[in-house]
C-alpha cells in the first residue's frame, strides 16, 4: 500500500460502455461518454481534468469489437485509436497533473496455462500477433507502465455478470448453438468492483491480474446456466480447432495467476461459486 486516500475522491471513468458504466455507478464517479470528450484528442481530455480537478480517472475506453472481437481484425485503425492512443493520451494528461491513473487492460495477452501455475503479472505476454485486438492491449499496457509509474493496470477477463446484458460473456455464449470446452480464467463482474475500490483505496500501482481464482470453460457456464437459469436451453460443444476455423483472429485461452491480487488482501470468489451466484441473480432478471 503506497498511501491511502482520506476523505471522499472524486472520480471521473472515460467510457459510457459496459465495464465503465458499471465501475462508475458503483464508485459514484462520474462519466465521460464520447460525446463530451473523444479521448483521441488531447486536447480534449486536458480541458475536461482541468475543468473537473479529479482525484482518480479510470479508462473504460476501448473497441472490443461488435458483434465480436473479429470486428477490430477488419477496424484497425479505430481499434488502435481507442485501445492505445486514448489510453496513452489519458495517462499522460494525468501523470502530468499528478492524478491517479487506472486502466483496464486486458488478461487475453496470453495463450496457454504455463504448466498449471498461470501467468504472473511479470510474465512477458506470449501473444503478440494472431489477434489484434490483443495486440493493442499488449501495446497500451506497455506503453503506460514504461511512462507512468503511478498508474494502475487491471486485466480483467471475460466479464461475466449478474444481469443480462449483450455485453455479458452469459448473454453472448448462450447465442451459440456450439461451444468450445477449454478453460480460462474470467473476471465476474459484481466481485470485480469491490477489488476496484479496494486497490483505488490503497492507491495500487503496477499491474494486476484481476481475474477470478480457478478456470472454467464456456461450455461449462452454460452447463449451469442450464441447471439455475433456463432448463429449455440447448447447445453443443465443438473443439478449438473448429472455432478457429470460424474466426478471423486466434482466440485468446489462458489461465492467469492471482497470487498478487491475493498477496494484495483480495480473494474473489473461486470461479465456479461466483458464475453461480451471478447466475442466481440473472435467473431473477429474467423474470
Ligand atoms: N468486455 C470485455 O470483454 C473486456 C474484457 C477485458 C478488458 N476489457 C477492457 O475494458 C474496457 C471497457 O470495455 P467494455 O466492455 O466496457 O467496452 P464497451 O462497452 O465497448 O465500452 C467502451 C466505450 O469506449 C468508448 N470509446 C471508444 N473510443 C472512444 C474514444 N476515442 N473517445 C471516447 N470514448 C470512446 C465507446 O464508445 P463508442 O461505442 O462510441 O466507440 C464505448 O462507449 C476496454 O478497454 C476493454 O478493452 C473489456
Known sequence: MVEAFEGKMKGLVF?????????????????????????????DIEKILDIEKPDVVINAIGKTGRPNIDWCETHKEETILSNVSAAVNLSSACALRGIYFVHLGSGCMYLGDKGGEGFTEDDEPNFYGPQFYAKTKILAEKAITASNPSALILRVRMPVDDHPDERNLIDKIKKYENLIDVKNSMTTVPHLLGAIKQLIEERKTGVYNLVNPGIISPFEIMEAYKKIADSSHNFGKFSLRELNQITLGTRSNCYLNTDKLKNAGITLPEIHEAVEECLLQYKEHLK
Open 15 to 43: 467510457g459510457r460502455g459496459f465495464l465503465g458504466t458499471r465501475i462508475a455507478n458503483y464508485l459514484g464517479y462520474k462519466v465521460i461518454g464520447r460525446e463530451i470528450a473523444d479521448a483521441t484528442d488531447l486536447s
